[in-house]
């Protein structure tokens, strides 16, 4: 509880409320009840839709996938890996099986490359190298099917003792003026039941809006989200069958845009192998993809790896759909009594499938924060510790578009064709160079990248794997 609150005064009291529970929202959850000097904080979550818990119906042990792995994935970094870990959410992930094919799918290469053949290519070696992984035959880096990851995470949070609150959908926002310590009183939220049309009011010293790239909480908050998407990209994502398994990360850079096959489990009961496709396109050619059928899909995703390290689609099975693609960011992270994380806070393209983990950083340092109040005997919206958050965080978003939106403009670019292939052979051959790329693209070089304290992560034993 912040020192310098009295719960007393306020009804349905909060040490800190997360609003959303998607990947970050539920990262952070979980991760205040995983970290021994927040543990015993009386925490919320809160989401609009109705998520799988206990204020439905209790998470089961174990979760049986779908038989096709689903269109949304992302890949994990070391870094987030080892975040999740701690978390306690791997191992449930690597629990959430059927006839044993497991939702989490490892890759030990990448290899990208464009139309002139300019080509970069990774293996776990260099992970090894960079210091990213422990042992050069670990994957460099995994696919995550998102609502696992999502229920495994939930499972911790609420299985740990976090208020579940959904659905509710967050209606009203009131922050104090001033900063702590400059002004001590709570934050106010009103959440309404759509389903009962209830509202309530609780209060918080601490709210972390995790509510996406339209975040109300944010707006609420009259913090500015700058960008937004973008005119001329939109992501076809579907999912290929292949005649045979994979365990590299392609990604080929085309004149509209990436197109990344990344390995995802195989289907269910037959084994055969699949990827999954995020072709970022215009908008119009993105219509097009998710309008052909199974073979037609396979030709046209075929004819654009044309000549390249790809393996070749025998169909692609289930629906295609097309996300929208933004660069946002928020220049300002915090306001009194509020800080944002994930998708609320930036939004980034996929062409380095960043976006989750740049929120799986926040996360860490939400809870590291809190906990470092929490040790401090600080209140824990306290001003100054959270100004720090949003400048480093803000900081490391910052890079990452300017760094991903520099690569996509000079990958469309025919006119740069010549210093990209020169660029990219440097990178390719430059072993400080390619060192670097890979400790950043893993996660271990940013202020949140750094090996987790064991003595405080982890309130319960667990197997690092
Ligand atoms: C095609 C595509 C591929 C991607 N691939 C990768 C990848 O490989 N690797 C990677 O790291 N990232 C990837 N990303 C990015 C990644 O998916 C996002 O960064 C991540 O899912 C954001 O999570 P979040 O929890 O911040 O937000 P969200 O997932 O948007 O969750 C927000 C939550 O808030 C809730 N909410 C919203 N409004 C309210 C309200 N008013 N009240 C209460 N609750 C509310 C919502 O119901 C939701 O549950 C990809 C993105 C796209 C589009």
Redesign the pocket.
């Known amino acids: 509880m912040s020192s310098s609150m009295s719960p007393h005064k306020h009804k349905k009291f909060f040490d800190v409320v997360v ?8 990262c952070v959850a979980a991760g205040l009840k995983q970290h021994r000097l927040t543990a015993s904080l009386n925490v919320a979550l ?4 109705q ?1 799988q818990g206990p204020s439905s119906s209790s998470l089961p042990s174990k979760v049986s996938l779908p038989p096709e792995p689903p269109l ?5 970094t070391p870094a987030s890996r080892a975040l999740l870990t701690a978390v306690g959410a791997w191992d449930i992930l690597l629990n959430l099986q059927n006839d044993n094919t497991s939702s989490v799918a490892p890759f030990h290469a990448m290899k990208v490359w464009d139309a002139n053949n300019a080509s970069i290519n990774y293996t776990s070696q260099d992970a090894f190298q960079a210091g990213a992984i422990p042992t050069p035959d670990e994957p460099m880096a995994h ?1 995550v099917e ?1 609502d696992a990851l999502q229920q495994a995470m939930l499972q911790v949070a609420t299985n740990r003792g976090v208020h579940a609150l959904w659905p ?4 009203s926002l009131t922050l104090p003026k001033h900063d702590v310590p400059r002004s001590n009183e709570p934050a106010q939220l009103t959440l309404l039941d759509e389903s009962t049309g209830k509202s309530e009011t609780i209060s918080t010293s601490l709210v972390v809006a ?8 944010r707006q609420l908050a009259k913090l500015r989200y700058e960008g937004g998407p973008y005119r001329d990209q939109v ?1 076809a ?1 579907f999912t290929l069958a292949l005649d045979e398994p994979i365990d590299t990360a392609y990604q080929k850079f085309l004149p509209t845009g990436p197109l990344a096959l ?1 390995p995802v489990r195989a289907a269910l009961p037959s084994g055969a192998p699949r990827a999954n496709v ?1 072709w970022s396109t215009t908008a119009a050619h993105a219509a097009e993809l998710c309008s052909l059928d199974g073979d037609a899909l396979a030709a046209a995703t075929n004819g654009a790896l044309e000549g390249g390290p790809a393996p070749r689609a025998i169909e692609a099975v289930g629906v295609a759909r097309s ?3 933004s660069m946002s960011m928020a220049p300002r992270m915090t306001a009194p009594r509020l800080v944002l ?4 806070a930036r ?1 980034v393209h ?1 062409l380095a ?7 799986f950083a926040d996360a860490r340092a939400a809870v590291e924060t809190i906990a470092s109040c929490a040790r401090s005997g600080l209140d824990l919206g306290d001003g100054a510790s959270w100004q720090r958050y949003g400048d480093l965080r803000l900081a490391e978003g910052m890079a990452w578009s300017a760094s991903l939106e520099l690569i996509r403009r000079a990958y469309a670019s025919e006119a740069l064709s010549g210093a990209r292939f020169m660029g990219v052979s440097v990178m390719d051959q430059v072993s400080p160079v390619k060192s670097l790329l890979v400790r950043v693209a893993s996660g271990v070089s940013g202020a949140y990248g750094g090996a987790l304290d064991d003595d405080e992560w982890g309130t319960a034993p667990m197997s690092r794997k």
Do not use: E, M, W, Y
């Open positions: 609003v959303g529970g998607g990947l970050v929202g539920a809160i989401d609009a839709a998520l949304r994935v992302s890949t994990v696919v998102n509710r959908k967050l209606t995790a509510d996406g790239q339209r975040s109300r909480t992501g994502v990344l995020v996300f929208p693609l994380a994930g998708d609320a939004a996929p499938g960043q976006g989750a983990n740049l929120g």
